[in-house]
């Protein structure tokens, strides 16, 4: 047993590297920039240029912060026309129009050029003080400097040139900035003019070390090892540090240690409601099969499985809620007690207002697990040794309970694996009908509003206890079942 447990702990390690890597890459690849999503700006589409050039300080400096300006892995594959410098540019769009552009062109530091005389042609127009006669024209040309970088069409740069010429024809105020157009449009012919298309079928690879993005997400930037903890040290996923949240700019484990709570108290709860009631009465309905009982409890049963969670708690709000009918429940939230009113209180309003979102998620298993008790102990009834047992005078409650009872428990295990991870994940029906702030609505939330920190992290606590309840079912079935070996003997 010990060296099955040992074996299955170190195939989680890969497992779990690999699950860490989807969910990065899949952070990685997220729509939307993160950064100015926690800055809740655009910055550097208007204003002047100390308006532009804060907003850009700001950016940087929390990208810097937040790791965003390294590389994502220890190393990358591409071809010859890529930078390995890449990941420094800071905006998401300007990155994959460059990757674009070098595509096409197959010439790095041409493109390069380009973009760096944009830029500062970029700075020559936002240093430009504008008036109302020439506010529109130069509005009109940040419009277009915006669209170049992120344009890599031929097409529709030449249209953008066009239209910033034609500017500068009807706006003479804005000519000083028109020198520093020039330099640009030159830097994008000489991109065009020499272009090596055939770079790009030459394979190149970048090599990173351990300063990079998924390298400091996981492990962080202090030591692997448990060591001392200096200001500054970011420490990583596998040490509790699973980032910020981009809503309100506090730690994950912040806002998910908050959440964590009511879902372990409700899951907690209805899962020993199911087990405790289901148990028994899939039991008493494989004993007594075919009897009036066992029909109306089975009725009963298929009845409640097929009828939507949702669908029974908005329900149960309309008649039990103060709606058209009776007040006898609160419908949503977990009281409104403040923090320093006597425990006892404030124990009795919380219970008081999850007894429907219990209910809720209590019935469907409820139905679902003694469904799966009643099989396996109607397989195991069946069985020679019960005949046995029964024939050599036994009570039918020592056989049901000490013979058949423990090994018809294999169906139930395989569904205590799910336990751990629905424990931990919530239920997001149930918690967002009741305003309940649990791990569930927090995600929900979370997707909604782009916030992939929290979205991944419980993402990847609820993989991690599905490899854990696993683990512990196998156990499981050894205690329950003597014939279930792990051992190599033979």
């Known amino acids: 047993m010990l060296q099955y447990l040992l074996k299955r702990l170190l195939i989680f390690i890969p497992t779990i590297i690999v699950i860490s890597l989807l969910m990065f890459i899949l952070s990685a690849n997220a729509p939307g920039d993160p950064v100015e999503l926690m800055l809740n700006k655009n910055s550097g589409n208007d204003g002047q240029s100390s308006q532009k050039l804060s907003t850009e300080k700001a950016y940087n400096e929390l990208r810097h912060k937040l790791g965003f300006d ?5 190393f990358s594959f591409s071809n010859s026309t890529s930078s390995d410098t890449l990941h420094k540019i800071p905006k998401k769009a300007h990155r994959e129009n460059l990757e674009r552009l070098a595509s096409n062109y197959g010439n790095w530091s041409n493109v390069a050029a380009y973009y760096n005389t944009l830029r500062d042609y970029e700075n020559s127009v936002f240093a430009i003080a504008s008036n109302d006669s020439s506010a529109i024209a130069l509005n009109g040309i940040k419009e277009r400097i915006n669209d170049l970088y992120k344009t890599y069409e031929e097409a529709k740069v030449a249209i953008y040139f066009s239209d910033i010429e034609k500017i500068y024809s009807s706006a003479p105020d804005l000519a000083v900035s028109a020198a520093s157009f ?3 449009k030159d830097a994008y012919a000489t991109m065009q003019k020499n272009q090596n298309t055939y770079a790009k079928y030459i394979p190149a690879i970048h090599i990173y070390g351990f300063e990079n993005q998924y390298h400091r997400w996981l492990f962080g930037t202090s030591p692997w090892f448990f060591g001392e903890e200096k200001p500054g040290d970011n420490y990583g996923f596998l040490r509790k540090d699973f980032g910020i949240s981009y809503q309100d700019k506090r730690p994950v484990w912040s806002v998910l ?10 899951s907690t709860i209805s899962i020993f409601l199911a087990y405790i009631l289901a148990i028994p009465i899939g039991v008493m309905s494989a004993i007594k099969k075919g009897t009036l009982q066992e029909r109306a409890t089975t009725t009963t049963l298929f009845i409640l499985y097929s009828l939507p969670s949702f669908w029974i708690a908005t329900i149960l709000i309309i008649y039990f809620c103060g709606g058209d009918y009776l007040d006898w429940f609160p419908a949503f939230g977990l009281g409104t007690l403040p923090p320093d009113a006597p425990f006892t209180d404030r124990f009795m309003e919380t219970a008081y207002h999850l007894i429907l979102p219990i209910f809720c998620l209590s019935y469907g298993s409820l139905a679902y697990i003694s469904r799966q008790m009643r099989g396996g102990m109607l397989n195991v009834i069946g069985q020679d040794y019960i005949r046995t047992a029964r024939a050599k005078g036994l009570e039918d409650k020592k056989v049901v309970w000490k ?14 694996a799910n336990i751990f991870p629905a424990a931990i994940s919530g239920s997001f029906v149930i918690e967002f009908i009741f305003s309940i702030p649990g791990m569930g609505m927090t995600t929900l939330q979370a997707i909604n509003a782009r916030n992939y920190p929290i979205v991944f992290t419980a993402v990847m606590f609820t993989a991690i206890l599905t490899l854990i309840g696993t683990l512990v079912a196998d156990m499981l079935y050894a205690a329950v079942d003597p014939r279930i070996s792990y051992s190599n003997k033979k």
Do not use: C, E, G
């Not at 013979?403 to 205590?416: G, M, Q, V, W, Y």
């Open 257 to 266: 240690k908050d959440a964590l709570r009511w879902t372990v108290m409700l």
């Open 403 to 416: 013979h058949a009872f423990r090994n018809s428990l294999l169906p139930i295990l395989t569904l205590f």
């Open 182 to 184: 020039q330099k640009t």
């Open 70 to 74: 390294l590389p994502l892995f220890y």
